[in-house]
């Protein structure tokens, strides 16, 4: 069983900061590609960073030079530092990682979400 549980969201004002992090728990043998994805008010889910293993970032170009994703590979965490806020960026973020997982015999490969946590950016 694999988990993922976000934390760092909130009631924020305008111009103002937030960080974003997200714990991978469970019986896992390898984390591959992590990202974070969010989702507003009668919108659509949609990309907001990605970070694959051994490859380039790709920020959604509505938060590139505002917000950084970054991982910590020993405690199977990311994070997404989130600057200058605006309130369009007010929307549940979820957390996603591909992970192998099982026995190193007997595995499987599939993406896993979290939760999400709230982000509002209100004055």
């Known amino acids: 069983q694999v988990q993922l549980v976000e934390s760092g969201g909130g009631l924020v004002q305008p111009g103002g900061s937030l960080r974003l992090s997200c714990v991978v728990s469970g019986s896992i043998l390898r984390i591959n590609d992590m990202g974070w994805y969010r989702q507003a008010p009668g919108k659509q889910r949609e990309l907001v960073a990605t970070?694959?293993?051994?490859?380039?970032?790709k920020y959604a170009d509505s938060v590139k030079g505002r917000f950084t994703i970054s991982r910590d590979i020993a405690k199977n965490t990311v994070y997404l530092q989130a600057n200058s806020l605006e309130p369009e960026d007010t929307a549940i973020y979820y957390c996603?990682?591909?992970?192998?997982?099982?026995?190193?015999?007997?595995?499987?490969?599939?993406?896993?979400w979290g939760q999400g946590t709230q982000v509002t950016v209100s004055s």
């Open positions: 996603t990682a591909n992970v192998r997982s099982g026995m190193p015999w007997n595995y499987k490969e599939r993406d896993y």
């Open positions: 970070m694959p293993t051994g490859g380039r970032t």
